[in-house]
Structures are given as C-alpha cells and as structure tokens.
C-alpha cells in the first residue's frame, strides 16, 4: 500500500497549452508617412491554393496575425482589399520562413516557431482599386508566442481617396 502511494504521489497532470499555435503579427502602415495605419477598406488574407480564410472581410484594423505552415518554407498569401464602392483588387504577400518544432513537454503536441527569412508583395494597379500594398517590411524574424509584430505591410492610396 505504501509503495502504491509513493507512485501515485509521483504521477503529476501534464499542463499541455489549449492553444499551440503560433501567429505571425502583421501591422498595417501608410507608405507615404510611415506610421501606423487604420484600415478603412475590408481586408480578407487566404492561403494561395486552399479553400481556407485566415483573416475574413477585417475593417477598422492596424494589425493581424496570421499563421504560417508548419509543413514548408514559402507560405503564399492572397490579400484580398475591397471597398464600399464594390471595388476589388488582389494583392499577395510572399513569407519565406524556417519551422522550428517547440516542445514544452514530451506528453504535448509540439508548437512550430518559425524563423522568417524573407518577405516580399505584389502590387495592383491603383486605377483597379485606389488602395494597395507598395512594399513590406521584416521587422522581427522570430515568429513564436510573443505579441510582436513580426512584419510591416506599408499601404499606399491615391489622392482623391
């Protein structure tokens, strides 16, 4: 009986996190003044290639988080602007990263950290929609479960918006 207590006393609950998954921040900012950025046009970000949405029809924000795959080096993102005039135009960020698996215990799924190594967008044409990316910027490469932005997405608009 005393041995079987002993055991017992040793067996302790395995704390695995409810939510493992790890987001990059993206922050929103106006290309001509470089700061900060309330987006006043609807933004919908999916995955190129999947029937997936990661942000959905977004409005009044200056950031987002999005997930990168933990399966590959390249994500491929479709950023998906549109307007109250029922104008549309997409843009697609390119995040080239590195997964790292995280384990906080043997007993728990494992987080993946990713490392960024390079990011990069493609414009439309401002006469499709007067709101578009003009370039982004990687600010902090680790990816993990800090709140810190990881990349800037600089906007730029025409005049007679």
């Given amino acids: 009986m005393l041995v079987a207590s002993a055991v017992l006393a040793a067996c302790s609950n395995i ?57 590959g080096t390249q994500d491929t993102l479709l950023l998906c602007l549109s307007d109250a005039q029922g104008r549309r135009a997409i843009d697609t960020l390119f995040v080239q990263h590195t997964p790292q698996p995280h384990f906080e215990s043997l007993d728990c799924p494992p987080s993946f950290f990713h490392t960024l190594t390079a990011v990069r967008a493609t414009s439309h044409p401002l006469a499709e929609m007067p709101l578009t990316v003009d370039s982004v910027s990687l600010i902090r490469p680790i990816v993990n479960y800090d709140d810190i932005e990881n990349i800037r997405i600089y906007l730029r608009a025409t005049s007679d918006r």
Avoid: H, K, W
């Fill in 15 to 71: 704390d695995c996190p409810l939510d493992n998954v790890v987001l990059m921040q993206c922050g929103l900012y106006a290309s001509e003044t470089r700061t900060a950025l309330t987006l006043t046009d609807t933004l919908t970000v999916r995955p190129a290639g999947r029937d997936t949405v990661l942000l959905n029809r977004a409005q009044g924000i200056s950031s987002f988080l999005l997930p990168l795959r933990e399966s």
